[in-house]
């Protein structure tokens, strides 16, 4: 039998607090909003008086997948699904061909659709890591691998465990969520500026010419991004020129980085610093530090590694 120690349990207590009151704690006396999307906002101050989706047919311990985006509406559903304790499934429009497919390999029991209507799926599947979340009390998270080898796989998070990794304060900043709702590095972003009192800038479209005009609109100071984009953003010739001066941040992952992609953009951009960020689904994102800003070398490692 594992003894705990007092703070040991106190941790964990504090863990599965409610999300939604647990930010508000954060946020408390703060008025601007912490999420952007197409001129409409969200505050903390404010999160009580809107209207929701109802999700009375949601009990604790179901699958529910959510098809959204980093919109307003979106994300009050999902820290919501937290605090009720259900295994969330964030997915997006854009696998709308691979939908059936995930409801089956992740034994979906409700589905809330884009326009907000919610309803529940019949089927007789079980599975049981989900059992134990169950058993547990906590929420969980639902993501998909990119199907590279095959078929995407279905990766499943303790929440209570995912959540752990925010506790410590960092840097609160303004910043676009370039990735994805159904992506790791998309949710780490989301959460990651919410406890640090952030601001998420949740862009409408993603070229070069709208995520670098949404970044100037709204002072954006970091753009977490792949190297393929910022290959995109040096052959369209947005470099240096229509970069704003608000954006002091550029993190890039998902894929490999080579040199000369990186040595042009630290010559263009001198004012910007320039990360590497490393993760995967299965685990999520990890801690590491760029050897320097026009380096690929990083040291993986630190707190909660």
Known sequence: TKQFSFGTRLACRR??????????????????????????????????????????????????????????????????????????VPLTMDTANQHDYFFEAAAVDIIIKKDGSVFRRAHTASNALINVLRNRGHSGLVLFSTGTTGRPKAILHDFTSFLRRFETPRPALRTINFLLFDHIGGINTLFHTLFNKGMVIAP???????????????????????????????????????????????????????????????????NVDFRQTYGMSELGIVRVKSEKRNSLYMKIGGEGV
Request: aromatic share 6%; hydrophobic share 45%.
């Open 15 to 88: 863990s599965i607090m409610k999300i939604i009151d647990r930010l508000m704690q954060i946020w408390a006396g703060i008025d601007y909003p912490f999420i952007v999307y197409k001129k409409q906002s969200l505050n903390f101050s404010h999160i009580a008086k809107r209207g929701e989706i109802d999700l009375s047919l949601v009990n604790p311990g179901d699958v529910v997948a959510i098809i959204g985006d980093f919109d307003p509406a979106s994300i009050l559903t999902l820290l919501r699904l937290i605090d009720l304790g259900a295994v969330v």
């Open 204 to 270: 409408e479209l993603r070229t070069v010419d709208s995520i670098l005009e949404t970044c100037k609109e709204y002072n954006v100071e970091v753009l977490p991004t792949t190297p393929t984009f910022l290959r995109m953003m040096l052959m369209s010739g947005a470099i240096p020129s229509n970069v704003p001066e608000c954006l002091h941040l550029i993190t890039y992952g998902t894929e490999r980085m080579d040199q000369p992609t990186l040595d042009q953009l630290c010559d263009l951009l001198p």
